[in-house]
Nanobody, 122 residues
């Protein structure tokens, strides 16, 4: 049974930093691209950052590029998201998932975990 447990969220002031962690179980993350997504209230869930299996190449949404770093520890089956210079528009629930190609779409591979709430406010 595949599960994701995200942690590390919280309330921080604008300009602050957070490091999110995700422990995956039921599969080996070393075989998948892994990603962090976020969903703000009333909006769709969007991908924020992806780390691929080949050489740990990464890709970021324009809205976070330069402020966040995704990295993985295959031995621990964990994925992390270091977020710096956080802004109110980063407020959302953050989720991790594997990504897989399905019918020419690069999409979330498994059911979602509970996510971790990130709130940026002064």
């Amino acid at each position: 049974q595949v599960q994701f447990v995200e942690s590390g969220g919280g309330l921080v002031q604008p300009g602050g930093s957070l490091k999110l962690s995700c422990v995956a179980s039921g599969f080996s993350i070393s075989r998948y691209a892994m990603a962090w997504y976020r969903q703000a209230a009333g909006e769709e869930r969007d991908v924020v950052a992806t780390i691929y299996t080949a050489g740990d190449a990464t890709n970021y949404a324009d809205s976070v590029r330069g402020r966040v770093t995704i990295f993985r520890d295959n031995a621990k089956n964990m994925v992390y998201l270091q977020m710096n210079n956080l802004q109110p528009e980063d407020t959302a629930v953050y989720y991790c998932n594997a990504r897989n190609w399905v019918n020419s779409q690069f999409m979330a591979a498994f059911a979602w975990g509970q996510g971790t709430q990130v709130t940026i406010s002064s």
